[in-house]
T-cell receptor, first 115, second 115 residues
Framework: AQKVTQAQTEISVVEKEDVTLDCVYE???????LFWYKQPPSGELVFLIR??????QNEISGRYSWNFQKSTSSFNFTITASQVVDSAVYFC????????????FGAGTQVVVTP | NAGVTQTPKFRVLKTGQSMTLLCAQD?????MYWYRQDPGMGLRLIHY???????AKGEVPDGYNVSRLKKQNFLLGLESAAPSQTSVYFC??????????????FGAGSRLTVL
């Protein structure tokens, strides 16, 4: 069963627009961890953010912000004032507490930022 | 610091041939993983290891074998390659999980084509 769902396959925006990526997860664990990774065209996977299930405080880091809501099992990610360099595939991932550090990844959302 | 290094970066095989992908990490991480990435499916876990001499199956282990004879190395083998194994393979590593999930550090990926 898919544990992480990224319903958006591709999002296209014009530079400086905000873009929000949706992520819905499924777990029975009370302790778990959520992540966002970025995969630019070069192919490497770059860690962006991590969130613990017991900390629902939403934060902003530069142009990135995230909205974690346990009630709806969602962990959405927003890029403010997008730039061309933000063009990439973004993956949401879940790691459950007793999973030996294994991650469940969503299918990814392709973000295309045009000038 | 090299981080996680995968070799080779590209390989073309004929059906039935065998090969080994090598992953090496220099961060003294206990946990290592092999994922495959296919379009529209995100990353799926093939095998993983929680320490030297130990391996375990992930989500899609069929057709692959692994070995972790040294802490820093994690080998992924294909004994008889099939076209369905055409994919991009990523190795990742992390520290032993404690009170919080540790970030996965990924290699640059190995693109394998099976004809």
């Amino acid at each position: 069963a898919q544990k992480v769902t990224q319903a958006q396959t591709e999002i296209s925006v014009v530079e400086k627009e905000d873009v929000t990526l949706d992520c819905v997860y499924e777990t029975r664990d009370t302790t778990y961890y959520l992540f966002w990774y970025k995969q630019p065209p070069s192919g490497e996977l770059v860690f962006l953010i991590r969130r613990n299930s017991f900390d629902e405080q939403n934060e902003i880091s530069g142009r990135y912000s995230w909205n974690f809501q346990k009630s709806t099992s969602s962990f959405n990610f927003t890029i403010t004032a997008s730039q061309v360099v933000d063009s990439a595939v973004y993956f949401c991932a879940l790691s459950e507490d007793d999973s030996w550090g294994k991650f469940q990844f969503g299918a990814g959302t392709q973000v295309v930022v045009t000038p | 610091n090299a981080g996680v290094t995968q070799t080779p970066k590209f390989r073309v095989l004929k059906t039935g041939q065998s090969m080994t992908l090598l992953c090496a990490q220099d961060m003294n991480h206990e946990y290592m993983y092999w994922y495959r990435q296919d379009p529209g499916m995100g990353l799926r876990l093939i095998h993983y290891s929680v320490g030297e001499g130990t391996t375990a199956k992930g989500e899609v282990p069929d057709g692959y074998n692994v070995s972790r004879l040294k802490k820093q190395n994690f080998l992924l083998g294909l004994e008889s390659a099939a076209p369905s194994q055409t994919s991009v393979y990523f190795c990742a590593s992390s520290r032993r999980q404690s009170s919080r999930a540790n970030v996965l550090t990924f290699g640059a990926g190995s693109r394998l084509t099976v004809l």
